[in-house]
Structures are given as C-alpha cells and as structure tokens.
C-alpha cells in the first residue's frame, strides 16, 4: 500500500529552528527591498539537486504568514516540483499562460495557507525552451505585482539550460542556493557570472545542507534552539518541561535549509 503524501505546509512549524532561518532571510529581503523596489524574487541554482524548490516554497509560506500577498510560480516546467509539494494539479498553470494565452489570474490555485497563492508549472510540453520570451513574462509579472506584495519564482537551474538569464530580466532579484558539501565552488561561481553578465540583480546566496557539511558550530543544537514558554503546548502536542532553553530534538523534519549568507 502506497502512503499518502504530506503536504509541505504540514510540517513547516513556525515555532522551529527552520523557520526562525527563515524569518531572518526574509527580513533580509526586506531590508533590500527598502533601497530598490523587491517585489519578484527568482530562487535558482547553478545545477539540479540543491535544494531551490524546498527553500522557494518555505521562503513562500514564510513571507505569507507575515500576512503578505505572495504568489509562488513554479517556472520550472521540466522538472517541476510545486505542485507536489502543495499536493496541487500540475496541469493548468503557467505553460498554458505563456503557450495559449490563457490568462494569468485564472491558472492561480490557493493554498492551505492565508495569502498564500501558486501558478504551477502547468501542462507538459515538448519545446519548453521556447516559452520563455522577455516581453510575455514581462507582462505577466507587471499585471501580478499589482495583485501580490511578493511573487516569488522557482527556476530552473543556471548551468543546464537557459531559462533562468530570461526569467531575470523581468525579476527585481534573485537568490542562489548552494548546496554545502556538494556544489563545488567554481560551478557555484560560474552560474552568478553567467547571471550577473546579463544584468541580473543576484541579492546574494541561501547555503543549503549546512548541517552536514560544515563545522559543529552550524549546527542549531549547538545553541539550544527552543524557547517555547514553559508550560505551554509544543510542536508535538505535549506539555514543555524545565528550562525554557531546554533543546527539543527532532522539531523539524526538513532538511536544516535556509541559512543565508549575503554578498
């Protein structure tokens, strides 16, 4: 028997270590957002495998619980991630805008989660690298600024194909994940190049699988991470004991993402 799959909004508490990082990177986000306009944030990396879908999506709901319009798009249409996920339909989402026409406002799919809204990749195609044209996606993300405080988009990585360089243009910003341990430097370093030689504002990098790869003193258990009051309910449901500080093992069954580092 096939167990069901759980969606991500389930397990993201916001009372964990995961999402205190992720509190703190969208506070950096704003912060930058007070010098330039930062309205479309672009999540990609230089290769497959690092992360950028988990992080889009935590970022998403993080910046939602802050009672923000956020709107996440999945543009990444071959290999798609957000709508499994969200346990969302894939079909009917942004393929069908760039490729048909079909207009944006009515591909948006809502999520379990206040303010909270996604495009998935939409129906399959087998010319993907065609879609994407500046001018449409242009268009597209000017007509949802206006609906949305944040829209947030999950790219393809920047070494295999091109779409990212074209996403760009049309986005105020874009965050690289680098994977800890995995992504050697020079690949890391080739793909914010090849951004930055066409004119994409890289706002800096969200290092990912830092647990696993770097000194003890990454590590949250290392700073006693819980602060729930005591007395009060915790993430399982149950009573805290002791100390306020007291460490809560095994609060978080994400992958420990998000801790950022700016340029």
Known sequence: MTRA?????EFFS???????????LFQNLCKAGEKAELKSILITSAVTGEGKSTISSLLSITAARKGNRTLLIDCDIRRPAIHGLFQLERRYGLVDVLLDGEPSKDVIKKTAIDHLDVITAGKVTPHPSELFNTRTIDGMIQELKFYYDYLILDSPPVIPVSDPMLLAQAIDGVLMVVKAGETARQVAQRAVNIMTTNRANVLGVVLNNARNSLPYYYDYSNYHYNYSQTGDVNDNGGKTSGSSNSQQKNSNKFPRDGKHLTR
């Open 14 to 24: 916001q009372e964990s270590p995961i999402a205190t990082e992720y509190r703190r």
């Open 5 to 9: 799959r759980i969606p991500i909004t």
